[in-house]
């Protein structure tokens, strides 16, 4: 385990933005290198205490499925150890849990495949009978698997707001908006990709105790308008991943993420407004816990 870093203070390199967990540096005019920290954030709020670990957990990861489905579209790999681009005294920072990718133009949506009716389809699917206007069959119970994955777009939420679940129709005319003309092409090619990275995803994790249920990609595109998964790719923050011995229809099973620590904090008299409460020490334990468990089933592998 290494000493958890809450947020990065690389000064040879220009920082350009700062989100819930990843701190972004500029990398000449055409790369970004990415930090990924230990912060971890519920309910929309960055809770004080880092998750040991847990930025190793989620560049590892993605890292693994990056390689694992580059046939499938390009990603945003350069190849560039993290190391070589930052001060001599600044390595630490970036061992393992750094990345430097390509700068691309992004998409304006969330691509997100189900594979289950659960979190906020489960929501909508309760109130409609469909989730971002797919039509389901009645009768689904909470965590039920679909017939087929599908694709269910969300709105990027501003900083403190919540994404929306979008039609398909509305996330290929916000590409429109965003990209010009080929924008409807490129959301179609997105949702393509987004269905068949998930389903190869699933059958390999299916084969390692672990139900994919349903995930987020980031698209961007080059300077030749050709379409490339950026940001991070399965991983316990951008999936939800369920041991699949512990699966059944009816309820929200247990999950290798952060949902430990939001059980924890929804037994507190908390408005689930910053600041965010400390931590027990038992509870960052366990969760850490789960991140590294999620990591070695995947992978087959221990942390380096």
């Known amino acids: 385990m290494t000493t ?3 947020e990065s203070s690389i000064k040879s390199l220009p ?5 819930k967990v990843r701190d972004i540096y500029a990398v000449g005019d055409d790369k970004l290198l990415i930090v990924t920290s230990d912060r971890l954030s519920a309910f929309d709020v960055i809770l004080p205490d880092p998750i040991p670990d847990k930025g190793r957990v989620l560049t590892e990861t993605a890292n693994f499925w990056f390689e694992r ?3 499938i579209v390009p990603n945003q790999l350069t190849g560039i150890d993290p190391e070589s681009v930052v001060a001599a005294d600044e390595r630490e920072q970036v061992r393992h849990r750094a990345l430097v990718v390509k700068r691309f133009k992004t998409l304006p949506i969330e691509a997100v495949v189900r594979g289950y009716v659960i979190g906020s389809g489960w929501k909508d699917y309760q109130a409609t009978g469909a989730i971002c206007g797919i039509a389901l069959p009645p009768g689904l119970k909470q965590a039920a698997k679909l017939p087929q994955p599908i694709f269910t777009p969300s709105t990027k939420a501003e900083a403190g707001t919540h994404d929306e679940n979008v039609s398909f129709e509305r996330a290929q005319a916000d590409c429109v908006a965003a990209l ?6 490129l959301a179609q090619q997105a949702r ?18 672990i139900i994919i249920a ?16 950026i940001d991070e ?6 999936s939800r991943f369920w041991p699949a011995d512990e699966y059944r229809e009816g309820i929200s099973p247990p999950s290798f993420d952060k949902q430990y620590v939001r059980d924890y904090l929804e037994t507190l008299d908390w408005n689930k407004k910053a600041p965010g409460p400390r931590l027990p020490a038992e509870v960052i334990a366990r969760t850490a816990d789960k991140y590294r468990e999620a990591y070695t ?3 087959g592998h221990q942390l380096a």
Do not use: N, V, W
């Open 4 to 6: 958890p870093l809450f």
């Open 15 to 19: 920082r350009i933005g700062r989100g």
């Open 69 to 71: 489905l580059r046939h």
């Open 180 to 185: 010009g003309p080929q924008g409807a092409a």
């Open 192 to 209: 393509e990709a987004a269905i068949a990275l998930y389903t190869e995803a699933a059958d390999y994790a299916a084969g390692r105790g």
């Open 214 to 229: 349903d995930t987020k990609f980031e698209f961007g595109i080059d300077e030749a308008g050709k379409l490339h998964l």
């Open 233 to 238: 790719a399965l991983t316990p923050d951008s």
């Open 297 to 299: 089933r995947l992978t």
